[in-house]
């Protein structure tokens, strides 16, 4: 069985930092790319960044560019994401999701971790 | 940036046939998921490429689409099905609707 399993979040003051961390189980995780969704407080989704199945490429949205960081280690089956200079529209719970795709444009996510909630407040 | 229109919230009683709609500008052109997220859960896929179902999703759920706009449909619906469905597209980057909130009563 496919398994995400992530944890690191917390409570955190703005500007503080947090390093997410996922590990996955019962798939080829050197194979995919992987992504860190969030969800704000009854919001929609957000993909917040990427990374290539070897690392060598990431993607990030716009709001967090320069402030947070996604890597992975093959060895361990782990993806992480570092948070700093944190803000409190950050507050959210976040997600690890494996990228699939299944044809040009078709970028399903599945599975998808249990989630861990940040909450960034003073 | 391209957006995705969902009903916020739709009502269906048990047993009839639920219709959750998702519409964008040239959604013709693009591959459609759906999402199912129950309450207090991480949402899992029910739909990909507009209309395939992953293994393990009951075939009471169905995707279709016309035009710009693409339907989740779901045929028996049962109270377990209650939650949030969100749909999600490609167009540079990853888009996700706004979520409609199923209710079965």
């Known amino acids: 069985e496919m398994q995400l399993v992530e944890s690191g979040g917390g409570l955190v003051q703005p500007g503080g930092s947090l390093r997410l961390s996922c590990e996955a189980s019962?798939?080829?995780?050197?194979?995919?790319?992987m992504s860190w969704i969030r969800q704000a407080p009854g919001r929609g989704l957000k993909r917040v960044a990427n990374?290539?199945?070897?690392?060598?490429?990431?993607e990030y949205e716009d709001s967090v560019k320069g402030r947070f960081t996604i890597s992975r280690d093959n060895a361990k089956n782990s993806l992480y994401l570092q948070m700093n200079s944190l803000r409190v529209e950050d507050t959210a719970v976040y997600y690890c999701a494996r990228d699939t795709y299944c044809g040009s444009g078709c970028f399903p996510f599945d599975p998808w971790g249990q989630g861990t909630q940040v909450t960034v407040s003073s | 940036s391209y957006e995705l229109t969902q009903t916020p919230s739709v009502s269906v009683s048990p047993g009839q046939t639920a219709s959750i709609t998702c519409s964008g500008d040239?959604?013709?052109?693009?591959?459609v998921c759906w999402y199912q997220q129950k309450p207090g859960q991480s949402p899992v896929l029910v739909i990909y490429?507009?209309?395939k179902r992953p293994s393990g999703i009951p075939d009471r759920f169905s995707g279709s689409k016309s035009g710009n706009t693409a339907t989740l449909t779901i045929s028996g619906t049962q109270p377990m099905d209650e939650a949030d469905f969100f749909c999600?597209?490609?167009?540079?980057?990853?888009?996700f609707g706004g979520g409609t909130k199923l209710t079965v009563l």
């Open positions: 040239k959604l013709g052109d693009k591959y």
């Open positions: 999600q597209v490609w167009d540079s980057n990853i888009i």
């Open positions: 019962g798939f080829s995780f050197s194979n995919y790319w």
């Open positions: 490429q507009d209309s």
């Open positions: 990374i290539k199945f070897d690392g060598s490429e990431t």
